[in-house]
Structure formats: C-alpha cells, structure tokens
C-alpha cells in the first residue's frame, strides 16, 4: 500500500478546501458549521500527529500503576483504572495517580483544545 | 427534493403568520385597536423553546417585546429538569418583585390558546455573548460592577419566598451526583479523571444549607448586560429548589469564564467581592472554600452535558458537525477538574 498523499495531508486538502473554498460562500447556520468542521480537522491533524506517541506513554504509566502485563490493550487498562477509582481501591493520593491523569488530559488537550486557558494553568503548574 | 424544500417554506411562513394573528389580537385588548405587529422574527429554536422577537406599535409608540413558546405551540414534556414556561413566567414575577433585574411579564398563554403555550415579556437592551462583555471596551465599566450586581441578584433570588413560588423540582448537590452519574454509566464511556472527581465529591460532601430557590443556570450567555452592567437575568428553565452555594459556583465554572481564567467570578471578577455583595444583600456570607466543592461539581455536570450533546451525534440523533465536535470538549472539564482537585490536596 502507498500512503501519497498521507492521511495528513488528504486532511489538510480538505480543510484548505473549507477555509479558502467553500466557507467564504456561505452564510448563517451554514457558515457557522464550516467553520466546526474547519476546527474538527485541525483538531484530526494533530490527532493525527500526536496519539501515537501520546498513547504509547499513557499505556506505559498505566501498565505501571496497574502492574498489567505488557500486551493489555489501553482500553482495558483504562476500564481498569475507572474500577479501581471507582472502588475505592486508588484515590489521589496513590502515588503516581494523579501525575498519570494530568499528563493524560493534557495530551489529550493539546490535540483536542491547545488554546483552552485550562491547558495552560495546567502546564505552568506542572513545574 | 426542490418541491420539499418548498413545501418546508410554505409551512414556516404559515406557522409565521398564525402567530402574527395570534399577537394583534392580543396587542389590540391590550394596547388598543390600532396596535400592530411589526418585525416578528425568530431568534433562537431549541428543542424546548421557541425564542420571537417583535414589536407592538401603537401610533408613534413602539414597544419591544419577546414571545417565549413551546415548539409550535404544543406543551410538550420538557427534559426531565426543564419548568414549563408557566412556571418561568410565574418565577419572572417573583423575581421582579424581589428586585433582581428580570424583564416584566406582559402575557401568558395556555396550550391550546391561538398562541398555544407561551409568555410574552419585556426585550431589554444590551449584550450576552460572555466573549464581547468580557473583552469589548463600551462593557469597561460594566465589568467593574458585575460581581457585586450579581452578588446582589443571587442574595435576592434566593431570599424569595418560598411560599410564592410554583412546584418546582427539588435538586440538592448529593441528587445532582448521583442523577449526572447514572447518566455517565449509561454512555459506557470510561473517564478517570471523572471517576475521581465523583469519588472525591462523595467523600468530601459540605454540610447542607437550607435550601432556596436556585436560579440552574445563572452565568455569562444568560444574562444581559449593558454599558451600566447587570440589565436583566433570563434563562430560568433549570430553575428549583437547591443550594444556594451551586448558583455562586456556577458562573465561576471555568468554561464560563470564556479564557480570562484568573477572574474567578465569570471572567469578570473577584469571587470576594461577589460573596460581599451577597452578604450585604442579606444572603448568608460563605467564605471562598466553601465555593470550591460546588465548582468541582459544576465542572463535572458541564462535562457530562457535553457527553450528553456528544450522545445526541453517536446515537444518530442530531448528524451535524457541531454535536459531534462538542465531544472533544469534554477535556476541557477533565483539566479544570484536576486544577480543582489539585488545589484540594
């Protein structure tokens, strides 16, 4: 299989197709939706970038706080967590936990919201 | 598909019309035998209201008002925490009478009448996108008094007694968990920063206070402001009786603080000086801690809110771009969350 053009740039064709197109010929309720669906394939363009690397980390901290075994899928290991949180067995103050939630959440946010003001209080935190 | 499309048309301009004939006569008994309708617009459609603008002219007198109406007239159940608008138009009076800036009520309308379910108030002047009165200059001096006007109107509201008010829906903080959960659960969405958030509100539940009539939804994009601040709060469809520590927490939930996160208060202020006004308004005098556990939750309910809109997309219910975008939003409320809990630790 060939991958030219990437996924990446297929998407950045059609979100420049939006932006320079197709956006400024529309109106009202329309315009509006152009512009979500502009912001929805920036936020597939850093997915596209960032998950990879971003969910290998997640799984590695995960495998560690769980002590799971190196080939358990993330979707697992996070459906275990929730268990844990929700029993009772880890709260905030296990070691590692909330470090783990935070990184977590920020990744996620620099893909899905980079400019939230949260993100930033977040990192500056983080120290 | 053109013959539909046109046929979509022929209808709204029918259903526009009915209601053009519904407001004369109700403005030529109330106003007089040469009042007319001009300007009727709609502004807004959700699913539980309709939203008109339109004018009542009498001679050289024009009165600028609003229709509030259930979907095409018929009382529909609303969602399961959403009042009847009879009840929002009986809770306008209250809150008017109480002094907390609200637009009057002028009429109100049974289902089955020619406007079918419906209120018609005041439309007052100025601005509620949160973004332009927090960053526009001619809201300078607005944003100065905001606080303690809004300190002011909640004292109000929730000094309102209880004894005028309709049958509303009692929700305290330990309801709205355990309601906000089983909806969590039911998407089968896994989220952990959501499980230690409804885990660490559980264990660290404030003593209660008594309840009050709480307003559900008092923050920028429900209420009107003007050059001189605070004009008018609307939007009192997830009104009931409550805490009156969730109101002050909510409009310092950090989405609607819309990016200027160092003003807790909205966006706009310091929550000392609203809790001051509050006080001196009669409301009892909470201390900043005691807001804490309340924006937590409210953090975690507009989370779930967006997982709710996000549902709306996964379940085919609403195809648009717009609901399934709001599902990455979701984040937002997790780092908020954690900020919070952070700062609890």
Redesign the interface.
């Known amino acids: 299989m060939h991958d030219a053009p990437s996924p990446s740039e297929l998407v950045a064709a059609v979100k420049s197709f939006i932006d320079d197109a197709a956006a400024p010929k529309l109106t009202g309720h329309a315009a509006f939706h152009a512009r979500v669906a502009s912001n929805v394939l920036a936020t597939l363009l850093r997915e596209l970038e960032q998950r990879p690397a971003a969910e290998a980390s997640e799984a590695e901290r995960l495998r560690d706080l769980l002590g799971a075994p190196d080939n358990e899928d993330l979707a697992t290991m996070n459906r275990d967590l929730c268990t844990r949180i929700r029993e009772g067995e880890f709260d905030a103050a296990t070691p590692g936990l909330f470090k783990h939630l935070k990184t977590t959440t920020i990744s996620q946010l620099a893909i899905d919201q980079p400019n939230y003001s949260g993100l930033a209080a977040a990192l500056s935190k983080l120290g | 598909m053109a013959f539909l499309f046109f046929r979509v048309i022929v209808a709204k301009m029918g259903s526009n019309e009915q209601i053009e004939r519904a407001l004369e006569s109700w403005a030529r008994r109330d106003f007089g035998d040469d009042a007319r309708i001009a300007d009727l617009k709609r502004l807004s459609g959700g699913a539980s209201q309709e939203t008109w603008a339109f004018e009542v002219v009498v001679a050289d007198k024009t009165n600028r008002l609003i229709l509030r109406r259930a979907p095409g007239g018929e009382a529909v159940a609303r969602s399961s925490e959403a009042i009847t608008l009879r009840m929002e138009s009986m809770l306008l009076g209250c809150a008017d009478q109480a002094g907390v800036p609200v637009p009057g009520v002028l009429g109100v309308f049974e289902p089955g009448s020619d406007l079918g379910e419906s209120f018609i108030m005041r439309r007052i002047d100025g601005e509620t996108i949160g973004r332009k009165i927090l960053r526009d200059a001619n809201f300078e001096t607005a944003r100065t008094r905001l606080s303690e006007q809004c300190g002011a109107a909640l004292a109000g509201i929730h000094a309102i007694d209880m004894g005028t008010l309709p049958d509303l829906p009692r929700s305290d903080g330990m309801d709205q968990i355990r309601k906000y959960e089983t909806i969590y659960r039911n998407f089968d969405l ?4 959501f ?2 958030a ?3 509100l559980k264990a660290h539940q404030p003593a209660p206070q008594s309840p009050v009539l709480v307003h559900g939804d008092f923050r920028l994009g429900n209420l009107i402001v003007d050059e001189k601040g605070l004009a008018s709060v609307l939007d009192w469809e997830l009104a009931h009786i409550g805490d009156p520590r969730e109101d002050i927490a909510w409009i310092c939930v ?1 989405s609607w ?1 819309f ?3 160092e003003n807790r208060v909205g966006g706009f202020g310091e929550l000392d000086v609203l809790l001051d006004a509050y006080a001196a308004s009669g409301g009892t005098r909470f201390e900043p801690r005691d807001i804490d556990w309340w924006e937590m939750l409210g953090s975690l309910k507009w989370g779930i809110m967006c997982m709710i809109m996000y549902e709306a997309f996964r379940s085919g219910g609403d195809p ?3 609901r ?2 709001i599902g ?2 979701v ?2 409320t ?3 969350l ?2 919070l ?2 700062r609890a ?1």
Do not use: C, K, M, T
């Open positions: 896994p989220r952990p920063v499980e230690l409804f885990a660490w950090n603080r990016g200027q996160i648009s771009v717009e399934a975008a990455r939003r984040s937002e997790e780092i908020d954690l900020n809990l952070e630790l």
